[in-house]
């Protein structure tokens, strides 16, 4: 399926964790089509950062820097944003900042929910809901299958936990107040993503340009571990098929939906560091020989269920996904204008073909 841009013209969208990663790039392909995006989020998380290099803020509705754990900012927020369709992405998404901070991570990751689904109670206007957790939300068994949407929740490190946690709050909710009142709520679960414009600590890629940008040595901590790699886009245009499909037929499509990488994506540590070790001459790396905090070795996800019944499926591969990424950064370094640069990738992905 693709992505009707029309849909999206003139929506009122309210997009929590705008200033993000993910959010960024949400907000600004929501604003190319024409909707109507008010944003609800903290300052950016780090200096540079995705929403201020490309400007994301230009063309917004409104701008709101307030935190979900504020429960009576966030309602009053929506009420005046009086949003059709709403995306969930703020949290506090490090697995090792939640060993250090656990209940920063639950208060936002778990409670921050609760407090949104109170405020979409009381808004009239919500039509859709698309909470975005992670694919670390599984009860994780370090097997080589893929997880699918109906394995059990769990979460060994806090930030896994608390995900599987809003998981359960969603169907919660879902069940008990907001399909009754007419309003549709899905859960998306995503892999691990890439792309330009990421400058988040304990991250692999942006690890290692702030390692090649500084001339050193990238330090990694797990070479053998296995997650399902995607360009940011990916996910994304996953997260925008569901909202269209919940709006024209919300009780089909209330569920949980994972939309990961080809299978063939899902490659080690030592392997994507191997390969962008390739295409930069006299970069290099080396293992962090120090005792590491848990972290899950093998995660997969099982998409089967996205492709058959939303008609969703990844559009770049992985090397294709890793090369826009530097070319993102290679152009941020040159200075050239990131808000043409990253609408024009979000127009090629557009325009590039589902694969067979």
Same mark, same amino acid.
């Given at each position: ?10 929506? #009122?969208?309210?997009?929590?964790? $705008? ?5 960024? +790039? ?6 190319? %089509?024409?909707?109507?995006?008010? @944003? ?14 490309? @400007? ?12 979900? #754990? ?34 920063? &991570?639950?208060?936002?990751?778990? %409670? ?40 059990? %929740? ?15 709050? &969603? ?31 304990? #991250?692999?890629?942006?690890?290692? !340009? ?18 399902? +790699? ?5 996910? /994304? *245009? ?21 939309? @990961? ?5 899902? #490659? &080690? ?14 970069? *290099? ?7 590491? /905090? $848990? ?8 998409? *089967?269920?996205?492709?058959?019944? !939303? ?20 152009? +941020?370094?040159?200075?050239?204008? %990131?808000?043409?640069?990253? !609408? ?7 325009? &590039?073909? !589902?694969?067979?």
């Amino acid at each position: 399926m693709e992505i009707n841009c029309e849909f999206w013209q003139g929506k #009122r969208v309210f997009l929590t964790g $705008h200033t993000g990663f993910k959010g960024g +790039w949400l907000s600004l392909w929501l604003q190319a %089509m024409g909707a109507e995006v008010h @944003g609800y989020s903290l300052d950016p998380p780090t200096e540079p950062n995705f929403f201020t290099t490309v @400007g994301v803020r230009k063309d917004m509705a409104s701008n709101t820097i307030a935190d979900t #754990r504020d429960a009576s900012a966030l309602v009053k927020a929506m009420q005046i944003a009086r949003p059709d369709i709403v995306f969930h992405l703020a949290a506090q998404s490090l697995v090792r900042y939640s060993y250090a901070e656990p209940m920063e &991570t639950y208060a936002i990751n778990v %409670m921050g929910t609760v407090n949104l689904f109170e405020a979409v109670r009381k808004s009239p206007t919500v039509k859709v809901v698309v909470n975005v957790t992670t694919d670390k939300c599984y009860e994780n068994r370090e097997w080589i299958w893929p997880y699918r949407e109906y394995e059990p %929740m769990g979460g060994h490190d806090p930030y896994s936990n608390s995900k599987a946690c809003s998981e359960l709050i &969603t169907s919660a909710y879902r069940k008990s107040f907001l399909q009754k009142s007419g309003v549709a709520i899905a859960s998306a679960r995503a892999g691990n993503v890439i792309g330009g414009g990421d400058w988040a600590p304990d #991250r692999l890629i942006p690890d290692f !340009l702030r390692a090649i940008d500084a001339g050193q040595v990238l330090v990694i901590r797990s070479p053998n571990a296995v997650r399902p +790699w995607q360009h940011v886009l990916e996910p /994304l *245009s996953g997260y925008l098929v569901l909202a269209e499909k919940l709006f024209s037929d919300g009780s089909r499509f209330s569920e949980a939906w994972n939309f @990961g990488s080809a299978n063939e994506d899902a #490659r &080690t540590v030592g392997w994507i560091v191997e390969y962008l070790i390739a295409s930069i001459p006299g970069a *290099s790396w080396q293992l962090d020989t120090k005792v590491q /905090l $848990h972290e899950a070795n093998h995660l997969k996800l099982d998409s *089967s269920k996205a492709q058959t019944q !939303l008609g969703w499926k990844a559009r770049w591969k992985l090397q294709t996904a890793l090369e826009k990424t530097l070319e993102w950064h290679t152009c +941020w370094r040159q200075g050239e204008n %990131m808000y043409q640069r990253t !609408l024009e990738q979000i127009t090629t992905y557009q325009k &590039t073909k !589902l694969a067979a």
